[in-house]
């Protein structure tokens, strides 16, 4: 009898490993489908944190990245390519290496503090679309579950830690401290492809000695797959070609 409860519970522990195996890789797939798919459209909400921001983007597949972002009563826009890009600023488009290396332009801020154009350029430069973020983010998972169309799981401490730290200001020092990470994660698929993400992370944030409760909610949602049309100004082009040229 003993011996059939043993072989009962590592028949049911060895089917949850299969099952939870199994819907990462249905994850993971719905992620790859939708990355290589010819092009895309995007919206993430940000609610909590350091307050709200909403980002639109248009994607091609090897092409040309639109990226639109807006903070409080400030948009911006910049256009990517590559490792290459181009922010739209007051005086028309600059290359971002012209931003970052001329400490800003278009409008700075005083006391130190970077202007939108140079906070969106050093963006761009280190930009990765939300689906290439996701496929980073699967391994991460714990307690992956299956609930009709949707898929829940926990997120890691290292993934909570991660996406806390990517949205810091670019002209902080010195790292915050993030302790008590928590995180959670929701993600719809439609056949075949993820139409929408939404994780929620909570944690103590330590910067500059002070300890800061955030509670932020991320929700991407993803549209026209593989009939969106990225249009690019010609001026912006002539900066990411320029770009391109320099050494």
């Given at each position: 009898?003993?011996?059939?409860?043993?072989?009962?519970?590592?028949?049911?522990?060895?089917?949850?490993?299969?099952?939870?195996?199994?819907?990462?890789?249905?994850?993971?797939?719905?992620?790859?489908?939708?990355?290589?798919?010819?092009?895309?459209?995007?919206?993430?909400?940000?609610?909590?944190?350091?307050?709200?921001?909403?980002?639109?983007?248009?994607?091609?597949?090897?092409?040309?990245?639109?990226?639109?972002?807006?903070?409080?009563?400030?948009?911006?826009?910049?256009?990517?390519?590559?490792?290459?890009?181009?922010?739209?600023?007051d005086d028309g488009w600059k290359s971002a290496s012209e931003l970052v290396g001329a400490g800003g332009g278009g409008g700075g801020g005083g006391?130190?503090?970077?202007?939108?154009?140079?906070?969106m350029a050093m963006t761009a430069q280190n930009f990765k679309t939300p689906v290439a973020l996701a496929l980073e983010m699967v391994d991460k998972?714990?307690?992956?579950?299956?609930?009709?169309?949707?898929?829940?799981?926990?997120?890691?401490?290292?993934?909570?830690?991660?996406?806390?730290?990517?949205?810091?200001?670019?002209?902080?020092?010195?790292?915050?401290?993030?302790?008590?990470?928590?995180?959670?994660?929701?993600?719809?698929?439609?056949?075949?492809?993820?139409?929408?993400?939404?994780?929620?992370?909570?944690?103590?944030?330590?910067?500059?000695?002070?300890?800061?409760?955030?509670?932020?909610?991320?929700?991407?949602?993803?549209?026209?797959?593989?009939?969106?049309?990225?249009?690019?100004?010609?001026?912006?082009?002539?900066?990411?070609?320029?770009?391109?040229?320099?050494?």
């Amino acid at each position: 009898m003993f011996r059939k409860t043993l072989a009962s519970v590592a028949l049911v522990a060895a089917f949850t490993g299969v099952a939870r195996a199994s819907d990462k890789a249905d994850v993971k797939a719905a992620l790859q489908k939708l990355a290589d798919s010819p092009s895309y459209t995007w919206k993430t909400t940000v609610e909590g944190g350091w307050g709200g921001a909403e980002t639109t983007g248009k994607t091609q597949k090897d092409g040309f990245t639109m990226l639109s972002v807006t903070r409080q009563d400030n948009t911006s826009e910049a256009v990517i390519q590559g490792d290459k890009a181009a922010v739209k600023t007051d005086d028309g488009w600059k290359s971002a290496s012209e931003l970052v290396g001329a400490g800003g332009g278009g409008g700075g801020g005083g006391g130190g503090r970077p202007s939108p154009d140079r906070v969106m350029a050093m963006t761009a430069q280190n930009f990765k679309t939300p689906v290439a973020l996701a496929l980073e983010m699967v391994d991460k998972l714990d307690n992956i579950k299956k609930a009709d169309d949707a898929y829940t799981a926990d997120l890691s401490e290292e993934a909570v830690k991660q996406l806390m730290t990517m949205r810091r200001r670019p002209n902080a020092n010195a790292g915050p401290q993030i302790s008590d990470p928590k995180g959670t994660v929701k993600m719809w698929i439609k056949d075949g492809v993820i139409t929408k993400i939404e994780a929620h992370v909570t944690a103590t944030v330590t910067f500059n000695g002070n300890d800061n409760k955030v509670d932020r909610t991320t929700t991407t949602e993803f549209t026209d797959v593989g009939s969106t049309k990225v249009t690019v100004p010609d001026e912006a082009k002539a900066k990411l070609t320029a770009a391109a040229a320099k050494p």
